[in-house]
């Protein structure tokens, strides 16, 4: 939902303006701005929760507080609850987060459950910025002599401030300088930690096998988070891989849908009999959704590699191969639907990929553990990155049920011999026998693939970087330089750092993107 710009400090609305046009892609049913003293807020809104009174930036009862934001907080009616006293001027889940952190600080926003990044300022001079705790929403920002900017995406800032630009951390909030003082220095303190400390070590089984109860508990708690994800006023579909993730995700929100009288949208891509489409066809046919697929040919992937790349303001070769069949998947989506659910999530909480399984470093409880913990600190770097860019791309949310701060927590107190295999497990084999009843069995034992590679859209793309590197190769071109040491992994991985660089050709990777590809 939406794409917000914040300045604090020395204020230069041109500038401003400049960038909020860049992302107006990610809220194209309205813009909206407010410019205080030492501030400056703008928004291009994605209508999702109040369509028509919800517009920002909005104002406390005095017009001395504003906010914008990006996302969904899902508890926002216990929130108004909390909060009786308060005459709401909208029914906007980020008023309640902006009226919690107006009553009790910037300590509420710990409180806050849902996907956001929120910028607040008051015309005496104070203001929060944040972004939750897993970093599902982006957030960039710059900080410069007298002023600093704030921004979803990388492509709102100006060429000369690309340098400057950093990832804004998950799970911070920052206040600008007190009024007298540099209002642009500012402060940050964490106000919580992607995965809760409570849930880092390993638990240990009391049993060799889970129970009845077990299974039952991971099915509430799943489902009940996929519920939280449907809230909206608009409609929500499904991204269908094919693979066991997002089928749990649309068997229980078709049975959602299926209570309130309607039917599931759900879209999948894939080239012609391409594995994920063929079996994407056959959740959709059990669960019986309005289904969409899209089958691209090779020129489609062709015409929409550069625009990948250049869209999720990334070059790495595995987020660019599946971001290809995903921008498309998502520009035929939101001819349908304003918000989709992914299955993004679930390999960290239940080790479903093959290299915890496969590397003797992981095979114990504690070291899995840890494993589980650190890949999903670093998913706001690379898949939730993709994820967010394709679909807002579009103007479409895409929302992650997996990455629920409940699910998360209680996923991760399960013991984490369960989730190891041998003894006749498969990968995820919990999360399988959790959902037996519900899943085509056909796809409940389907093994894994990458995205890119069971939508076909793999081998397409390979052929496209051998047909790229022989022609630089003639030219005698060599890749642009990388700062700060970095390797380039693989001639894919060259081809696609030339397109990236052609468009932030000033941002330092290693203070934006992580550090995946750290020499």
């Given at each position: 939902?939406?794409g917000?710009v914040?300045?604090y400090?020395?204020?230069?609305?041109?500038?401003?303006?400049r960038?909020?046009a860049?992302i107006?892609h990610r809220?194209?049913d309205d813009?909206g701005?407010?410019?205080?003293?030492t501030?400056w807020?703008?928004?291009q809104?994605l209508?999702i929760m109040?369509?028509?009174?919800?517009?920002q930036p909005i104002?406390d009862e005095?017009?001395?507080?504003?906010?914008v934001?990006?996302?969904e907080?899902?508890?926002?009616?216990a929130i108004?609850?909390q909060?009786?006293?308060?005459r709401?001027?909208?029914d906007?889940?980020?008023?309640s987060?902006?009226?919690?952190v107006l009553?009790d600080g910037?300590?509420?926003?710990?409180?806050l459950?849902?996907m956001?990044?929120l910028?607040?300022a008051?015309t005496?001079g104070h203001?929060v910025?944040?972004?939750?705790?897993?970093?599902i929403?982006?957030?960039?920002?710059?900080r410069?002599?007298n002023?600093?900017?704030f921004?979803s995406e990388?492509?709102?800032f100006?060429?000369?401030d690309?340098p400057?630009?950093?990832a804004f951390p998950?799970?911070?909030?920052?206040?600008?300088g007190?009024?007298?003082?540099?209002v642009?220095?500012?402060?940050m303190?964490r106000?919580?930690?992607?995965?809760?400390v409570?849930?880092?070590?390993?638990?240990?089984?009391p049993?060799k096998?889970w129970?009845e109860?077990t299974?039952?508990h991971?099915?509430m708690?799943?489902s009940?988070?996929v519920r939280?994800?449907?809230?909206?006023?608009?409609?929500?579909?499904?991204f269908?891989?094919?693979?066991l993730?997002?089928a749990?995700?649309?068997?229980v929100a078709?049975?959602?849908?299926?209570?309130?009288?309607?039917?599931?949208?759900?879209?999948?891509?894939g080239?012609?009999?391409?594995a994920?489409l063929?079996?994407?066809r056959a959740?959709?046919?059990?669960?019986g959704?309005?289904?969409?697929?899209?089958?691209p040919t090779a020129?489609?992937?062709e015409e929409a590699?550069?625009?990948?790349?250049?869209?999720?303001?990334?070059?790495?070769?595995?987020?660019?191969?599946s971001?290809?069949p995903?921008?498309?998947?998502a520009?035929e989506a939101v001819?349908?639907?304003k918000v989709v659910?992914t299955?993004e999530?679930?390999?960290e909480?239940?080790a479903g990929y093959?290299?915890?399984?496969e590397d003797?470093a992981?095979?114990?409880p504690?070291?899995l553990q840890?494993?589980?913990?650190r890949s999903?600190e670093?998913?706001h770097?690379?898949n939730?990155?993709?994820c967010?860019?394709?679909?807002?791309?579009?103007?479409?949310?895409?929302?992650?049920p997996?990455l629920?701060?409940?699910?998360?927590e209680e996923m991760?107190a399960?013991?984490?011999?369960?989730?190891?295999?041998?003894?006749?497990r498969?990968?995820?084999?919990?999360?399988r026998?959790?959902f037996?009843d519900?899943?085509?069995d056909?796809i409940?034992?389907r093994g894994k693939?990458?995205f890119?590679d069971?939508?076909g859209a793999g081998?397409?793309l390979?052929?496209?970087?051998?047909?790229?590197?022989?022609?630089e190769g003639?030219q005698g071109?060599e890749?642009?330089a990388?700062?700060?040491?970095w390797?380039?992994?693989?001639?894919?991985?060259v081809?696609y750092y030339r397109?990236?660089?052609?468009?932030?050709?000033g941002?330092r990777p290693n203070?934006?993107l992580?550090?995946?590809?750290t020499a």
């Amino acid at each position: 939902m939406c794409g917000i710009v914040a300045a604090y400090g020395d204020i230069d609305p041109e500038k401003c303006e400049r960038m909020l046009a860049r992302i107006n892609h990610r809220g194209p049913d309205d813009s909206g701005r407010i410019q205080l003293e030492t501030a400056w807020l703008g928004h291009q809104r994605l209508s999702i929760m109040d369509v028509t009174g919800g517009k920002q930036p909005i104002a406390d009862e005095t017009d001395s507080a504003y906010v914008v934001g990006n996302g969904e907080i899902y508890n926002h009616e216990a929130i108004r609850d909390q909060l009786s006293e308060v005459r709401f001027a909208t029914d906007s889940d980020t008023e309640s987060a902006f009226r919690l952190v107006l009553r009790d600080g910037s300590a509420a926003l710990h409180d806050l459950r849902g996907m956001y990044a929120l910028a607040m300022a008051h015309t005496d001079g104070h203001g929060v910025v944040a972004r939750d705790p897993i970093g599902i929403k982006p957030l960039y920002w710059a900080r410069l002599e007298n002023v600093t900017l704030f921004a979803s995406e990388l492509r709102a800032f100006d060429e000369e401030d690309q340098p400057h630009v950093e990832a804004f951390p998950p799970g911070y909030v920052w206040t600008p300088g007190l009024p007298g003082t540099n209002v642009a220095d500012g402060s940050m303190v964490r106000f919580a930690d992607a995965v809760p400390v409570q849930v880092r070590p390993a638990r240990y089984a009391p049993d060799k096998n889970w129970d009845e109860a077990t299974l039952s508990h991971v099915r509430m708690v799943l489902s009940d988070s996929v519920r939280r994800h449907m809230m909206s006023d608009v409609p929500v579909g499904v991204f269908l891989s094919g693979g066991l993730d997002s089928a749990i995700v649309a068997a229980v929100a078709a049975k959602v849908a299926q209570e309130k009288g309607e039917r599931l949208p759900t879209f999948a891509v894939g080239t012609e009999n391409s594995a994920d489409l063929l079996a994407a066809r056959a959740v959709a046919e059990y669960l019986g959704t309005d289904h969409h697929e899209i089958i691209p040919t090779a020129e489609d992937l062709e015409e929409a590699l550069d625009e990948a790349v250049t869209v999720i303001e990334h070059f790495d070769p595995a987020l660019v191969r599946s971001a290809v069949p995903n921008l498309l998947l998502a520009r035929e989506a939101v001819k349908h639907v304003k918000v989709v659910l992914t299955g993004e999530g679930a390999d960290e909480l239940f080790a479903g990929y093959s290299y915890v399984h496969e590397d003797p470093a992981f095979a114990t409880p504690d070291a899995l553990q840890a494993e589980l913990v650190r890949s999903i600190e670093t998913l706001h770097e690379l898949n939730l990155q993709r994820c967010d860019r394709t679909t807002m791309n579009y103007g479409l949310e895409a929302r992650v049920p997996f990455l629920d701060a409940t699910v998360m927590e209680e996923m991760l107190a399960i013991p984490a011999e369960w989730k190891l295999m041998g003894e006749g497990r498969t990968e995820k084999q919990l999360l399988r026998e959790a959902f037996q009843d519900m899943v085509l069995d056909d796809i409940l034992w389907r093994g894994k693939e990458q995205f890119g590679d069971g939508s076909g859209a793999g081998d397409v793309l390979a052929k496209l970087v051998e047909k790229e590197k022989a022609k630089e190769g003639a030219q005698g071109a060599e890749p642009p330089a990388v700062e700060n040491g970095w390797d380039l992994r693989s001639d894919e991985e060259v081809a696609y750092y030339r397109t990236w660089f052609r468009t932030f050709s000033g941002v330092r990777p290693n203070r934006t993107l992580g550090a995946f590809a750290t020499a």
